[in-house]
C-alpha cells in the first residue's frame, strides 16, 4: 500500500472509530451531567492532571519512541529488532507504573491537600493509580502497531475503552440507586479503571493473534535489552519531559482557576460547577473533530519517519502542505458551525446555558487547534520534540498568567483568551518551524484567507436565513434547515481548495 492509500484509508477508519467513540463520549459526558452534576465532574477533571502526569513519567513519550523505531527498522527490514524494542518499551514503563502507582496510592491525601487544594481528590486519586499499569500496556502495544502500520487493533481499542467506560458507569449508577447511595466523582475514577484494564486486554489478546504467531518476541539479553531501552529514552525524554511539564502545568491551572474565580465573587461550588462545565462539557464538544486530526496525526508520525529515513523530501513538504490546508478547511467549517450554534448546543445537549456560551467563545481556536494537532505530529516524527516542547511551555505559561491576572476580574472569559493566547503561539511556532524547514511551501496568509472565505459566506447567509425564520418556523426545525443551509454554502464555496488538497495528495 503506498503511502497516500495508508494515509487515506487509515485516517478514515481511525477517523470513523473515533467518531464513534466521541459519539458515545458525548453520552456519556450528558448522561454524567445529569446524574452526578457539574460540580462533581469538576472535582474529577481537577484530580486528572496529577494522573496525567504519572502517565507521562512512567510512559508519556515511550509510546511515540515504540512507533518512530518501529517505523524505521521496518523500513531497514529489522523486524526482529523491532520486537525487541517492544519487550523494551513494556520493560521500562511497567517497572514505572508500578511504582509511581504505589506512591500515588500511598501520597493521595498529601497531594490532594497539598497540591491539588481539594482534599475530596484523595479518594479518586487511589482508584486512578490502579489505572497506570493498564494504560502503559495499552499505549505501549498501540504504539507498536502504529509503527508497523497494523490500524485495526489501535482504531478498536480506543472504541472497546470508551464503551467499556460507559457500561460500568451506567452499571455502577443504577446499583447505587438500588442501595440508596449518592453517585459522585467516583463513578468516573472507576468507569476509567475499567476501561483502561479492557484496553489493555484487548491489546494484549491482538498483539498475540496478529504479531504473535508470525515472529515471536525472545526475550532478549540483557544487553540487548540495555541497547533498546537507550534508544527509547534518546527519542522519549525530550517527550516525557514535554507531557510532564505540561501535566505539572496543568495541575496548577486545575489548582488555580477554581480558586481564581472564587476571588470572583463565586462560591466554592459555583467555581467547581463553572470549571466543569468548561472542562467537561464545552472543550469536549470543541474538540470532537479533532478525531479527524488525532487520527491524522498518529498516522503521519510512522510515515514521517520513513521518509525522513528514506530522504524523500518532496513527500515530506507534501505531506505537510495537505495536512495544513486540511486542519485549516476543517477548523473553518468547526468555526462557523460553532459560532452559530454553539449556544443550541449546550442548550439541548447538555441543558446548561453556559456551556453553549464558553463553546460560542472557544470557536475562534478551532482552525488553530485542529492544525496544530495534526503539525504537531510531522515535528515529532522529524526528531524535533525538545522544539515542540519549548513552544508548549511557552504558550502554557502565558495561559496561567491569564488565569492569574484576568480571571479574578474577567471571570471565565479570562481563561477563554488564555487559551486563545496559548494557541495563536503554539501553531504560530510550528508552522514557522515547517516553513524554515522549507517542507511548507504553501502560502500562509493566502490559505488562511481561501478557507475562512467559505465559513464567512456561509455563516452570514445562515445567519441571515435564521434572523427572517425566527418567529415563522419552530426553533428544531429551523436550527435544522439552518445547518443543512450553513454546510451546502460551504462544500459549495470551499470546492476550489478541495482540488488543491486532492493535488496536493497526489
Known amino acids: 500500500m503506498n503511502q497516500k492509500h495508508y494515509l487515506i484509508k487509515g485516517t478514515l477508519l481511525l477517523t470513523v472509530m473515533g467518531l464513534l467513540t466521541r459519539v458515545a463520549g458525548f453520552f456519556y459526558k450528558i448522561f454524567l451531567s445529569r446524574t452526578i452534576g457539574a460540580s462533581e465532574i469538576g472535582l474529577y477533571q481537577v484530580a486528572i492532571p496529577v494522573f496525567s502526569f504519572c502517565n507521562a513519567l512512567c510512559g508519556g513519550g515511550i509510546q ?7 517505523a524505521t527498522y521496518r523500513v531497514e527490514g529489522s523486524y526482529r529488532t523491532a520486537k525487541q524494542t517492544l519487550s ?5 514503563s511497567l517497572s514505572m507504573s508500578v511504582f509511581l502507582a504505589a506512591a500515588l496510592h500511598l501520597g493521595a491525601e498529601l497531594i490532594a491537600q497539598r497540591l491539588l487544594l481539594e482534599k475530596s481528590c484523595a479518594g479518586l486519586l487511589k482508584i486512578m493509580a490502579f489505572s497506570l499499569p493498564f494504560s502503559m500496556i495499552h499505549g505501549c502495544i498501540c504504539g507498536y502497531f502504529m509503527g508497523a502500520k497494523q490500524i485495526v487493533p489501535p482504531a478498536l481499542t480506543q472504541f472497546a475503552e470508551q464503551m467499556v467506560r460507559i457500561l460500568f458507569a451506567i452499571l455502577a449508577y443504577t446499583l447505587s440507586l438500588k442501595t440508596n447511595s449518592q453517585a459522585n466523582a467516583h463513578l468516573m475514577a472507576f468507569s476509567a479503571l475499567a476501561g483502561e484494564a479492557a484496553s489493555a486486554v484487548y491489546c494484549v489478546i491482538s498483539l498475540y493473534i496478529l504479531c504473535m504467531k508470525k515472529v515471536r ?7 540487548r535489552l540495555i541497547a533498546s531501552i537507550r534508544q527509547l529514552l534518546a527519542i522519549s525524554v525530550p517527550l516525557s519531559l514535554n507531557r510532564m511539564l505540561m501535566c505539572t502545568l496543568q495541575a496548577i491551572e486545575a489548582a488555580l482557576l477554581p480558586q481564581m474565580l472564587r476571588l470572583s465573587g463565586l462560591t466554592s461550588v459555583e467555581a467547581l460547577s463553572i470549571y466543569g462545565t468548561l472542562t467537561g462539557m464545552a472543550l469536549p464538544m470543541l474538540l470532537f473533530p479533532t478525531a479527524i486530526t488525532s487520527a491524522l496525526g498518529m498516522l503521519l508520525l510512522p510515515t514521517v519517519s520513513e521518509a525522513q529515513a528514506l530522504h524523500r523530501q518532496n513527500q515530506l513538504s ?3 502542505n495537505a495536512t495544513f ?3 485549516m478547511l476543517l477548523g473553518s467549517f468547526c468555526l462557523g458551525s ?8 449546550g442548550s439541548i445537549l447538555f441543558q ?17 487547534i485542529y492544525s496544530s494537532t495534526a503539525l504537531g505530529s510531522i515535528v515529532h516524527g522529524l526528531g524535533k520534540s525538545s522544539f515542540f516542547l519549548l513552544w508548549n511551555l511557552a504558550g502554557f505559561v502565558l495561559r496561567l498568567l491569564c488565569v492569574v491576572c484576568l480571571v479574578p476580574t474577567q471571570g471565565i ?4 483568551c488564555g487559551m486563545f493566547i496559548d494557541q495563536i503561539l503554539l501553531t504560530g511556532c510550528i508552522l514557522f518551524f515547517l516553513r524554515q524547514q522549507r517542507l511548507l511551501t504553501v502560502s500562509i496568509p493566502r490559505t488562511f484567507i481561501r478557507v475562512l472565505f467559505p465559513a464567512i459566506t456561509a455563516g452570514s447567509s445562515t445567519a441571515l436565513f435564521l434572523l427572517l425564520s425566527a418567529q415563522k418556523i419552530p426553533d428544531q426545525i429551523c436550527l435544522i434547515m439552518g445547518g443543512a443551509i450553513y454546510s451546502a454554502i460551504f462544500l459549495f464555496t470551499v470546492l476550489p481548495s478541495f482540488t488543491d488538497f486532492a493535488a496536493l495528495l497526489e
Open 352 to 368: 446548561n446555558e453556559l456551556a453553549g456560551t464558553c463553546i460560542r467563545q472557544l470557536a475562534l481556536i478551532c482552525p488553530l
Open 217 to 223: 518476541i525472545e526475550k532478549p539479553s540483557w544487553h
Open 318 to 320: 507534501h505531506t505537510a
Open 325 to 327: 490546508l486540511g486542519g
Open 64 to 70: 511515540t519512541a515504540i512507533s518512530k523505531l518501529v
Open 413 to 416: 472569559s479570562g481563561y477563554l
Open 88 to 92: 523494551a518499551g513494556l520493560f521500562l
Open 338 to 345: 460553532f459560532l452559530l450554534f454553539g449556544g443550541e448546543i
